[in-house]
């Protein structure tokens, strides 16, 4: 996997025009766009010489522009190419973006706004814009126009990196009645130049994008449906009555049909559907939004029965700020003054009697979508999911001051649970820290004592050390025998840890299991949670390939996800892969990973009868078969758990956790065959 910062060399920390002397780029045409097809210009190999250094230079460092060529970066090919049509979606001249996976490992997005303009680009003349885009580091949608213009693309690289990373991409663009079209082959060398093909129908206008990514430079070209899925549910929501179409057109598709997400109701239909799954502590959704000259937000809000105090979801320019930032933090602050004013003013709490409430009391079972959108957003922290602009801050301050006010002055009913249901919180938080002190005197949490079960390394230093979270006793003492010592530690779970998604923490904190497995990781827990205080870089789930393995191993997700959040943010969550199969070849027993493993050895021999055995519990592999199958870091293969769209898991965790068993049952039904992500 390419890392971003690997081998970073001076001259390419920035994103450089398509040029490699530094000079300003002196571009001349690809090829005459006059509708000929010739190049005549004697100027032209050596400019399109100079384009495809600057294209050169994606396929070189692929890392700095998408951020890995694993399946993250894969993904983002998709999203750099559909933000565009957001764009367009955005200025008002676009209401609908298809995206299909095309049955021979494609992706086509089609979307219906002006068309990518055909004539001679002002700076880059006589290059055509729509060459410009496909082919200049740097140039999306963002030239001319006037006032503030906000773009979605989180490193706005644009669809030329797409073109440099593809090992083919077509372009289609129906525009003034024409339909024109130009092609290009191996990460961005031009095929045909931009041509007019036939007529536009009916005055019809869009762009379609079809791209294949390069099997030479990603470790798997193979798109997830799931994931595409949950990021344009994510940008429908925040793109209000923007129409989202994908359909798996792939022949082991389980269907062909259009999923269709399109909500007139915002971000406000966002947080009625993250709530859906829990029980909504009244019918109304708040919304309000306010504008400035360059940024504007919109907010939408509800409460819920739960105990959640990390509801509050944010986005800057469409993208998740998972790490929070400015806008966050004006809201918060605003809301916790907002809520104890109209409290205190109405008498509910007495002055000079009753404490303030605390922002985690009020946030408690709220749900919050902030979505703002800025000319130029600064995105900082360890991910860089982490709005930095000051501005933003007291622009939400004041809008939350002023309209929330006013929202529970015309909704008294709801102002009241509101507080009633905070007040119910500060309580709790009280006996929480009691519990807390508690079992803190019994030295239960401060990491002073590990507890006995936990099996530690010998190493130190976090950065080498793993945590291998085992699911019963047996399988327990064959992964301390299978470790390396000095850096693997093992921890045995036995039987079900508490469902967290139905708890406050003052009972959590009672159980046995939540008690162990917050000593070990070292780092406290809940709103004290520290994740520089790990004490291993990697968290690894080590549970059976059956139903009781992959139920204990939702109930530690959604625990890790609740109560220790950063870790799953930032990566430290793993999840081991014991083989699904073995057989016998000769007197030799072989694993296989999975059905694709299976499917593959019985291809390769033919003559082998057929695989009996599908391997159920981790206690049917003695120590030696865990260590080299799961175990040892040379031949294992762990799944990283990641949540890029939080709102979206918040939703799934709520759906396998939560009361309403119908959604449950519904979402184990649909999910069932993918398996490859969070794997639950
Ligand atoms: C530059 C300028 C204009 C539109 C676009 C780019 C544009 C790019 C993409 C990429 C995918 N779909 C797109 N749709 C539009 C403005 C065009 C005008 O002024 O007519």
Redesign the pocket.
């Known amino acids: 996997m390419a890392d971003a910062n690997d081998e970073l060399s001076e001259s390419d920390t920035k994103l450089a025009p398509a040029t490699s002397d530094g000079g300003d780029a002196d571009l001349a045409p690809l090829e005459s766009a006059d509708g000929t097809g010739a190049h005549v210009d004697a100027d032209y190999d050596a400019s399109a010489i100079t384009v495809l250094e600057g294209l050169e230079a994606v396929r070189k460092r692929p890392g700095m522009y998408i951020g890995s060529t694993g399946p993250s970066g894969l993904h983002h090919l998709v999203y750099e190419?559909v933000d565009?049509?957001v764009?367009?979606a955005m200025?008002g001249?676009?209401t609908r973006i298809d995206v299909s996976l095309l049955a021979d490992g494609g992706c086509e997005?089609v979307?219906n706004?002006?068309?990518?303009?055909v004539g001679e680009h002002p700076q880059y003349a006589p290059l055509t814009?729509a060459e410009v885009?496909l082919t200049v580091l740097h140039a999306?949608?963002?030239?001319?126009g006037d006032g503030y213009k906000v773009s979605g693309g989180l490193h706005g690289v644009g669809?030329s990196v797409v073109n440099a990373l593809s090992s083919k991409v077509e372009v289609d663009i129906d525009r003034e009645g024409k339909r024109y079209f130009m092609d290009f082959a191996d990460g961005g060398e031009p095929k045909t130049a931009l041509d007019v093909v036939g007529d536009a129908p009916d005055d019809h206008t869009?762009?379609t994008?079809r791209f294949w990514p390069d099997s030479t430079i990603f470790d798997e070209t193979r798109f997830r449906a799931q994931t595409l899925l949950e990021r344009f549910q994510m940008m429908a929501f925040l793109n209000r009555s923007l129409e989202i179409r994908f359909r798996d057109l792939r022949p082991e598709a389980a269907s062909a049909d259009w999923t269709s997400y399109k909500y007139d109701g915002g971000i406000s239909d966002f947080v009625r559907h993250i709530n859906h799954t829990k029980e909504a502590l009244f019918d109304t959704v708040g919304y309000f939004d306010a504008a400035e000259k360059d940024q504007e937000v919109e907010l939408a809000f509800q409460w819920n029965t739960g105990f959640n105090n990390d509801g509050i979801h944010s986005f800057a320019n469409g993208i998740t700020t998972i790490e929070g930032g400015m806008h966050e933090e004006g809201f918060r602050k605003s809301l916790t003054n907002v809520v104890n004013k109209y409290a205190f003013e109405r008498g509910i709490l007495k002055d000079g009697k009753d404490d303030r409430l605390q922002g985690e009391d009020i946030r408690e079972g709220l749900t919050a979508i902030i979505s703002v959108r800025l000319a130029d957003p600064q995105f900082e922290g360890q991910t860089k999911g982490k709005l930095g602009n000051v501005s933003i801050r007291s622009l939400v301050e004041r809008a939350t001051n002023e309209k929330l006010a006013e929202w529970l002055e015309e909704n008294p009913n709801e102002a009241k649970v509101i507080v009633g249901k905070a007040v119910a919180a500060s309580r709790a938080r009280l006996a929480a820290r009691q519990a807390r002190d508690q079992a803190r005197r019994k030295s239960a949490l401060d990491g002073a004592g590990m507890p006995d079960k936990l099996k530690d390394c010998s190493s130190r230093n976090p950065d080498e050390c793993e945590l291998f979270i085992v699911e019963g006793d047996s399988a327990g003492g064959s992964a301390v025998q299978a470790r390396d010592p000095r850096t693997m530690a093992i921890l045995p779970i036995r039987g079900k840890i508490l469902n967290v998604e139905r708890a406050r923490l003052d009972r959590m904190l009672k159980n046995n299991e939540v008690q162990t497995l917050t000593q070990a990781i070292g780092a406290g827990i809940g709103e004290e949670f520290d994740v520089e205080k790990i004490r291993y870089d990697k968290v690894i789930l080590l549970c059976d390939a059956d139903v009781d393995g992959s139920h204990i191993r939702t109930l530690l997700l959604t625990f890790f996800f609740r109560q220790m959040k950063e870790l799953v943010e930032f990566g430290h969550v793993y999840i081991a892969q014991p083989p699904l199969y073995s057989t016998l070849v000769g007197k030799e027993k072989i694993y296989l990973k999975d059905e694709a493993a299976k499917d593959a050895f019985l291809a390769a021999n033919p003559n082998h009868k057929e695989i009996f055995a599908r391997l159920k519990g981790l206690g049917e592999m003695d120590w030696e078969e865990l260590a080299t199958t799961t175990m040892d870091r040379d031949q294992r293969t762990l799944l990283q758990v990641s949540v890029e769209t939080a709102a979206i898991a918040d939703e799934v965790f709520s759906t396998l956790m939560g009361e309403d068993v119908e959604s449950r049952k519904h979402f184990i039904q649909t999910n069932a065959k993918d398996v490859r992500f969070l794997d639950i």
């Open positions: 190419v565009n049509s764009d367009e200025a001249h676009c997005v979307d706004g002006r068309g990518i303009p814009a885009v999306g949608g963002k030239f001319g669809v869009g762009t994008v």
